[in-house]
């Protein structure tokens, strides 16, 4: 294998163990749940989720299981696309 790949794939290595130099702006993902799966979306800072839940409340367990995954990479002021359509009182 070539000396100079051997650099970039423990380059890799170190950069995965630091999730935080990432910054995920757009996201479209399936999330697989107990009984359905259902499409979750990130855009412009703010989250959207397919599930009945999300549609009532303005946020859900598929919504928030992704946010913990991808916390380290998510910008600080993420909102799901419910509450920021919310008036504020």
């Known amino acids: 294998m070539n ?6 794939i423990e380059k890799a290595h170190r950069y995965a163990q630091e999730p935080e130099r990432v910054r995920i702006h757009h ?9 359905n799966s259902y499409e979750v979306s990130f855009r412009d800072n703010k989250w959207n989720c ?14 928030m299981a992704i946010q913990k995954i991808l916390e380290p990479m998510l910008p600080e ?3 799901s696309e419910q509450q ?3 008036p504020t009182a």
């Open 3 to 8: 000396s100079g790949l051997i650099g970039k």
């Open 27 to 35: 996201l479209e993902a399936t999330f697989n749940g107990d009984n």
């Open 50 to 63: 397919g599930c009945h839940t999300f549609s009532t409340f303005g946020d859900c367990q598929h919504v």
């Open 77 to 79: 002021d993420t909102t």
């Open 84 to 86: 920021s359509q919310q």
